[in-house]
């Protein structure tokens, strides 16, 4: 049987606009097996898992376990958890961490701030008494989290992939590398985010990420492969992606989506530029064809993806505001 990442490849699918959206990424270390749905089949807790998931719902914030790549003891209670909260907006990335022994203690953060940004969200996650192994939180200052979907009991192809490609990252010494229990898009595998700007890519190879890595010390985004910002939605996602094509602009802080005018299948994205400049794309959501399997063992399907078929720039007298467009899916 032909695999899902196999056919994607065959038929040349394009990348650009299908990255997951999400402003702000909570991530908890979890070792173990996951399952399909890890929040709620791993050994966190599944009530916790529950929790989190409605708790972050509607706020922007995307939780996902992650774990460091290798072999994993399968220990049900681990004796601390790294904790990780990015956000994405450009002008306004950042990482806090810490570590925590009661996973129930996340409960405690304000979503809806984190989702728009706001640090202060971060509540304390102080122990119970009588524990020990908590911290408050910290800025990270490390290399750019570059977290790689290998969750196996999602696709096949992410573990297939992945989890090679996550093993040689960190063998070549890209510290901040991390197995990630789902990205979406898995006929894309190897895929993954990196953090705190949210450009997530897809068909990576431990090169390109090393390239991409090597961009962002530099200031400078990689688009080859890239499925979008994870901050916009994916009209916003594809939009970002064709006036970067257009201009040139390599900026990870450059360029921000303002606003997306329509509905499906069809919209009008204005990009703006940090220097005033401003653009109009037209962005058109199209069946894939020909039917292709959107997951292995999958029925095949129609996949959406965007088309970008005009951008026009706009002229402006003065530099425009970062104002967020779109809501996270």
């Not at 009209?235 to 201009?247: H, I």
């Not at 959107?294 to 399907?301: D, I, M, Q």
Request: with cysteine; net charge positive.
């Amino acid at each position: 049987m032909i695999s899902c990442t196999t056919a994607s490849r065959d038929l040349s699918e394009p990348l650009a606009g299908t990255a997951a959206s999400a402003t702000t990424w909570l991530l908890l270390e979890q070792p173990g097996p996951w399952g399909a749905e890890a929040l709620t089949a791993s050994h966190l807790a599944p009530a916790v898992g529950r929790a989190l998931e409605r708790a972050a719902k509607g706020t922007g914030v995307r939780v996902a376990l992650i774990r460091r790549p290798g072999r994993h003891a399968d220990c049900h209670t681990p004796a601390r958890q790294r904790v990780f909260v990015a956000h994405t907006r450009p002008g306004d990335s950042w990482i806090r961490t810490t570590t925590l022994t009661e996973p129930e203690r996340l409960l405690a953060l304000d979503f809806a701030a984190l989702g728009a940004g706001d640090p202060r969200g971060l509540r304390p996650v102080t122990a119970s008494p009588g524990r020990a192994g908590q911290r408050g939180w910290e800025e990270y200052t490390g290399d750019p989290l570059v977290l790689v979907c290998t969750n196996g009991k999602r696709d096949r192809c992410c573990a297939l992939l992945g989890r090679p490609l996550a093993g040689e990252l960190t063998a070549s010494g890209a510290r901040g590398t991390w197995e990630v229990t789902h990205l979406g898009g898995h006929r894309f595998a190897p895929t993954l985010v990196v953090l705190p700007y949210g450009y997530t890519y897809g068909r990576a190879t431990a090169r390109s990420v090393r390239d991409v890595l090597d961009g962002l010390r530099a200031g400078r985004v990689v688009t080859e492969n890239c499925r979008g910002r994870s901050t916009w939605d994916r009209p916003g996602q594809a939009a970002e992606l064709a006036v970067r094509e257009l201009t040139g602009e390599a900026g990870p802080d450059a360029l921000t989506v303002l606003r997306a005018e329509g509905a499906a299948p069809a919209w009008t994205v204005t990009v703006g530029h940090a220097d005033g400049r401003r653009w109009r794309v037209d962005v058109m959501q199209v069946a894939g064809a020909p039917p292709r399997p959107e997951s292995c063992g999958a029925a095949l399907g129609s996949p959406a993806r965007m088309e970008v078929v005009g951008v026009r720039a706009v002229r402006t007298e003065r530099a425009a505001p970062t104002v967020a467009a779109g809501a996270p899916g």
